[in-house]
Nanobody
Framework: QVQLVESGGGLVQPGGSLRLSCTASGRIYQIAALGWYRQAPGQQRNMVAIINVIGESAYAESVKGRFTISTDNAKNTSYLHMNSLKFDDTAIYYC?????????????WGQGIQVTVSS
């Protein structure tokens, strides 16, 4: 099994920055992608940023130019760098890893961490 532990959330003013971290442990193999998702109150969980094992990344339109996903493979850690934060960025943020199990992709999730953008 894979365990993901997140850190770095909190309260930030509009226009501010935060960096979320996600450290993975356990049986890590055949990773397809690492990503960050968020769920605002009353909303579905949506993809924010994802990066595959080749290093290709994709972002939700709402965060392009403001958020950056990166990885430190030696530390089994992914990061979400968030700049120019807006009120609408308030959500619980979840890190994710997609791993292959035979021909099936399995998802593992972090515990979720609150990001609140407020004046």
């Amino acid at each position: 099994q894979v365990q993901l532990v997140e850190s770095g959330g909190g309260l930030v003013q509009p226009g501010g920055s935060l960096r979320l971290s996600c450290t993975a442990s356990g049986r890590i193999y055949q990773i397809a992608a690492l990503g960050w998702y968020r769920q605002a109150p009353g909303q579905q969980r949506n993809m924010v940023a994802i990066i595959n094992v080749i290093g290709e990344s994709a972002y939700a339109e709402s965060v392009k130019g403001r958020f950056t996903i990166s990885t430190d493979n030696a530390k089994n850690t992914s990061y979400l760098h968030m700049n120019s934060l807006k009120f609408d960025d308030t959500a619980i943020y979840y890190c994710n890893v997609k791993v292959w199990a035979t021909a099936i992709l399995n998802d593992y999730w972090g515990q979720g961490i609150q990001v609140t953008v407020s004046s």
